[in-house]
C-alpha cells in the first residue's frame, strides 16, 4: 500500500511539475491545458487507480485474516463449515419462536379488526393444455 501511495504521489507531483512554465517564458500569454495526449494521461490515470484499489484489497484481505487468526484458506474453509454447521444459529428455523411470533401477530390483527385466520391456498383447476386433444 505504501508502495503504491509513492508512485502515485511520485507520477502527480510529476504531472504538476510538467504544468509549470519555464523561467524565460513571457507571463503575457495564457496557459494552456495540452489536451493532446489525453489517451496517456488517462491510460496513466486508469493504471495508478487501479494499482491503488488492488493494494487496498491486498491489505484489507491480509487485515480480515490477521484479525480472524487465519492462517491458510483450509482454516478459513474448516471455520466456516463449523459456523455453518454450529446448532442454534441464525436462519434455522426454530418452531418455538414461530409459534410466539404467529400469537403476537393474531393478537395484533384481533385488536385491529382484521381477520387473523390463515387462509387456505385455492385449490388449482385441472390444466387443459395436459389432456391431449383429439
Known sequence: MAASVAV????????RAET????????RMAARFDGTDRVGLATAALGL????????????TGGIAWAFDL??????RHRT???????GRPGRPD????????DVLKSLLDRLGMDSTPEKPAPEA?????????
Open 8 to 15: 502515485s504521489r511520485r507520477a502527480v507531483i510529476r504531472r
Open 20 to 27: 509549470i512554465p519555464a523561467f524565460h517564458t513571457s507571463n
Open 49 to 60: 487507480a487501479t494499482l491503488n484499489v488492488v493494494s487496498f484489497g491486498v491489505l484489507l
Open 71 to 76: 492462517c491458510s484458506v483450509a482454516e478459513l
Open 81 to 87: 463449515q463449523a459456523a455453518l454447521r454450529r446448532p
Open 95 to 102: 418452531p418455538a419462536a414461530d409459534k410466539d411470533m404467529e
Open 126 to 134: 385441472p390444466n387443459s393444455e395436459a389432456s391431449p386433444k383429439k
